[in-house]
């Protein structure tokens, strides 16, 4: 059963706009989350994190918000450029045991249109 | 910057093979991961190990093993290569279990 759900596959956005990429959870024992960019043929690229102690972090354009009651986060883009166009994964830690693994979700692919 | 060295971007074996596949890093982390990627299964964790010499298993670590007999080296090994291991294999490390997760940039594994 997925614990981390990314329930759009794909999402596409006009350039300039705003993106938001969304993210549930099931485990509330996560207690830091990352958001991850992927393009074809290259391996994962980390974009920014938030531990569950915040609701918000920001990085230049990329905003993530993290909600602790719904379970849920979002990663805001803005303003989308055609080279966000990449596969987005969102991660959770799992604090769990003495490893702390990262729970994935399945990534939800972000087209930015010129 | 991390740097995460796979050995190899592509790579094709037969079916009954022995492979493996190497990872190398030169930053001194502690972590290091193995995943496969595959079309809407997202990441899957094969393997990871948190030292020299120790390892522990991941989600499907069946058909696999690794081998860390150095800090900076994570080898994966498919024992009996199979056609439902064609895939791409990640590697990734972090410096320790509260930092991100750095990746390579993959080994296309094509078992025929």
């Known amino acids: 059963d997925q614990q981390v759900k990314q329930n759009s596959p794909s999402l596409s956005v006009q350039e300039g706009r705003i993106s938001i990429l969304n993210c549930d959870y099931t485990?509330?024992?996560?207690?830091?989350f990352l958001w991850y960019k992927k393009y074809p043929a290259e391996g994962p690229t980390f974009l920014i994190s938030i531990s569950s102690i915040k609701d918000k972090n920001e990085d230049g354009r990329f905003t993530v918000f993290l909600n602790k009651s719904a379970k849920h986060l979002s990663l805001h883009i803005v303003p989308s450029q055609p080279g966000d166009s990449a596969v987005y994964f969102c991660a959770a830690v799992d604090n769990a045991g003495n490893n702390r693994k990262l729970i994935w979700g399945l990534g939800t692919s972000l087209a930015v249109n010129p | 910057d991390v740097k995460v060295t796979q050995s190899s971007r592509y790579l094709v074996k037969r079916t009954g093979e022995k492979v493996f596949l190497e990872c190398v890093q030169d930053?001194?982390?502690?972590?290091m991961f193995w995943y496969r990627q595959d079309p809407g299964l997202g990441l899957r964790l094969i393997y990871f190990s948190y030292d020299v010499k120790m390892k522990e298993k991941g989600d499907i670590p069946e058909g696999y093993s690794v081998s860390r007999e150095k800090k900076e080296r994570f080898s994966l090994i498919l024992e009996s290569a199979s056609t439902n291991q064609t895939s791409m294999y990640l590697c990734a490390l972090s410096a320790n279990s509260n930092q991100p997760q750095h990746f390579g940039d993959g080994t296309r594994l094509s078992i025929l």
């Open positions: 930053m001194d982390h502690e972590n």
């Open positions: 485990n509330s024992m996560f207690d830091y």
